[in-house]
C-alpha cells in the first residue's frame, strides 16, 4: 500500500506535469521513422527531455528515502544537512543541464557560430571543476557562482542565434513564427533572464523569506514545464509540418 508521504511526493502537480510531458514525448518519438530518430534534431530534444524528468522524479524520491540521501550527503562530505536534495539538481540542472542546452542551441546556430558553443562548453566545464576542487562551491550546497556563469554561457548562445536570426539569409528568408527554435530560444532566454536573480539568490531568499523563495520557485517550475512541452513539440514536429517550417541549419553536427 503506498503510504501518504510517497503519495504526497509523487501527485505534485510538477512532477505529474513533466512525467505526462515525458509519457507524450516517448509516444511521438516510437511513431517517428527510424531516419528521424537518428537526427539530433530530435534524439537530442528527446534526451534533454528524458533526462529532466528522471532527475526531477530523482528529487522527489530523495526526500522520500531519506536514509538513502543521508548516505549520498555523507558521502559528499555533507553531515550538517543530511536532508539536502540540493547535489543532485546542482548536477542535473546547473551543470549538465547547462551543457546540453548549449549544444542544443549549437544546434541552431549557422555553421560559423557553432564553435564558440564549443569554446563555451570546454571553459564551463573547467571552471566547474576547478570551482569545486578549490572548495569554493562544494555540490551539496547551494552553487550561486556555478549557475551564473552557466546562465550567463546560456544567454550568451541566445545572443548568437539571435543574432544569426536577423542576419543569415536562410534565416530572413524563414518566417520566425513558424520556426520552433525561435519560440524554444525565446523561451529559453526569458527563462535564464527571469530566474537568473532569484536563483543565484535562492538560499539567501530562503533564510529570510521562505515564502517568497517558494512563490519564485513556483515560478521556474511553471517555466520549466513550458520549456519541456516545446521539447515535447520538437520530437512531434513531424506530425506539425502545417504549423511549424524545417529549420534552416539544423544539419549541422554537434
Known amino acids: ?33 527510424n531516419h528521424l530518430k537518428v537526427s539530433k534534431i530530435f534524439w537530442f530534444p528527446f534526451l534533454i527531455l528524458v533526462f529532466t524528468v528522471i532527475y526531477e522524479n530523482m528529487g522527489g524520491y530523495l526526500k522520500y528515502n531519506f536514509e538513502f540521501n543521508k548516505l ?10 543530511p536532508t539536502y536534495n540540493v547535489w543532485l539538481f546542482n548536477i542535473g540542472y546547473y551543470q549538465i543541464g547547462t551543457i546540453l542546452y548549449l549544444f542544443l542551441i549549437k544546434n541552431w546556430l549557422v555553421p560559423s557560430k557553432k564553435k564558440y ?46 543574432i544569426g536570426l536577423i542576419t543569415e539569409d536562410n534565416y ?17 532566454l526569458f527563462t535564464y533572464s527571469l530566474t537568473y ?3 543565484v539568490a ?17 515560478i521556474n517550475r511553471v517555466l ?3 520549456n519541456l512541452s516545446l ?20 544539419h549541422g553536427s554537434i
Do not use: H
Not at 206 to 218: G, H, P, T, V
Not at 241 to 250: A, C, G, H, L
Open 72 to 81: 549520498v550527503n555523507a558521502a559528499l562530505g555533507n553531515e550538517e544537512n
Open 197 to 199: 536573480i532569484n536563483s
Open 117 to 162: 558553443i564549443n569554446w563555451l562548453v570546454f571553459v564551463f566545464i573547467v571552471l566547474v571543476i576547478a570551482i569545486q576542487l578549490l572548495g569554493i562551491e562544494p555540490i551539496y550546497t547551494s552553487q550561486p557562482i556555478i549557475f551564473a556563469i552557466g546562465a550567463n554561457m546560456i544567454l550568451v548562445g541566445s545572443g548568437l542565434y539571435f
Open 224 to 226: 520549466g514545464v513550458i
Open 172 to 188: 530572413l528568408n524563414s518566417n520566425p513564427f513558424k520556426l520552433l527554435s525561435f519560440w524554444q530560444m525565446t523561451f529559453i
Open 1 to 33: 500500500m503506498m503510504d501518504s508521504r510517497f503519495y504526497q511526493i509523487f501527485t505534485d502537480w510538477y512532477l505529474i506535469a513533466i512525467s505526462f510531458l515525458l509519457i507524450v514525448g516517448i509516444f511521438y518519438f516510437l511513431k517517428l521513422p
Open 231 to 250: 521539447l515535447v513539440l520538437w520530437v512531434a514536429s513531424p506530425k506539425l509540418t502545417n504549423i511549424f517550417e524545417t529549420e534552416p541549419y539544423y
Open 202 to 218: 535562492l538560499l539567501y531568499l530562503w533564510n529570510i523569506n521562505k515564502e517568497l523563495a517558494i512563490s519564485l520557485m513556483q
